[in-house]
Every structure is written in C-alpha cells, then in structure tokens.
C-alpha cells in the first residue's frame, strides 16, 4: 500500500520549537527528492523546504531559513522537519511530499500564545 503519513503537528506557543515527520511506505524512498510545504488558510500551498535524493542539498523558502531544517532517514523512508522559533504566520496545514505528485494527508501546525 502506497502512503505518505505526516506526523509530529500541534498547538505551539510563540518562539517554541516542532519536528514534522513524514512516514512513507510503499514507495522507493531514496528515489525521490522530498519536500515540505504549507498552506495556510484562505493562502495557496506553498514550498517550505526540499531536500534531495542522496547527497542531502536543500534549499528553504526564505520566510523560513534559519529557523527550519529539513532532513531525511532513507534507512527508515521518513523526513523530517525541525521548526524553530516558531511565529503565529507559520500556523498552516504542512505537507509532505515525493516526487512532484505523492502528497501525504498534511498536518496541522498552529503557533499561538
């Protein structure tokens, strides 16, 4: 069965910290480059963060850099997404996804004090 399962969503104070999984089965895992994005309410989806298949290049949306990482276990077919200082604009609906067209169901990510 072929799934992408994000994890790791929640209600977090201003300035905290959350790190996003992304369980994939069914997949090659290491044959596709994985990405994160977000959609905020009434906002379109966009990129947050992607990393490649091997050699781990990413790249970030620069209303995120500095503050996120992303990462990935081939081993274990999961990414990752380390969120830090976390602001009230980063509330969305996070996505992962393989490839240009796998897309898991999203998690709810809400910054609030």
């Known amino acids: 069965q072929v799934r992408l399962v994000e994890s790791g969503g929640g209600l977090v104070q201003p300035g905290r910290s959350l790190r996003l999984s992304c369980a994939a089965s069914g997949f090659v895992f290491d044959r596709y480059a994985v990405s994160w994005h977000r959609q905020a309410p009434g906002k379109e989806r966009e990129l947050v963060a992607i990393?490649?298949?091997?050699?781990?290049?990413?790249d970030y949306a620069d209303s995120v850099k500095g503050r996120v990482i992303i990462s990935r276990d081939n081993a274990k077919n999961t990414a990752y997404l380390q969120m830090n200082s976390l602001k009230p604009e980063d509330t969305a609906v996070y996505y992962c996804r393989l490839g240009l067209d796998k897309w898991g169901q999203g998690t709810q990510v809400t910054v609030s004090s």
């Open positions: 990393i490649s298949r091997f050699t781990n290049n990413t």
